[in-house]
């Protein structure tokens, strides 16, 4: 069974940063593209960003573009989540996601073409 197990959030004050980690179980992890969503209280799931299996290809949506980051390391069945110059609208249960068979470079950007997800975790960002 695959688990996806995301750490890393916590409160934050406007202008700064955290990293997210999702960690992958199971052996395929470098077969699946990732992405990472999130979802505000009275909204719907928000894709973000998401990076291809290899890592040589990212994708961001255009409310955190140039100042998240995501990023693999495929030995250690993680994907990252870098967030920096953080706003309180980012405040969000942001969750990562395994698609198991992309079929867009890097990844697909609705949540329904992800196969596979984690609990989430909370990020909380004050003015």
């Known amino acids: 069974q695959v688990q996806l197990v995301e750490s890393g959030g916590g409160l934050v004050q406007a202008g700064g940063s955290l990293r997210l980690s999702c960690t992958a179980s199971?052996?395929?992890?470098?077969?699946?593209?990732m992405g990472w969503f999130r979802q505000a209280p009275g909204k719907e799931r928000e894709f973000i960003i998401a990076?291809?299996?290899?890592?040589?290809?990212?994708h961001y949506a255009d409310s955190v573009k140039g100042r998240f980051t995501i990023s693999r390391d495929n030995a250690k069945n993680t994907v990252y989540l870098q967030m920096n110059s953080l706003k309180p609208e980012d405040t969000a249960v942001y969750y990562c996601?395994?698609?198991?068979?992309?079929?867009?470079?890097?990844?697909?950007?609705?949540?329904?073409?992800?196969?596979?997800w984690g609990q989430g975790t909370q990020v909380t960002v004050s003015s």
């Open positions: 990076i291809s299996r290899s890592g040589a290809s990212t």
């Open positions: 199971g052996r395929t992890f470098s077969s699946w593209a």
């Open positions: 996601a395994a698609e198991k068979s992309p079929l867009k470079v890097p990844a697909g950007r609705r949540a329904y073409d992800y196969d596979y």
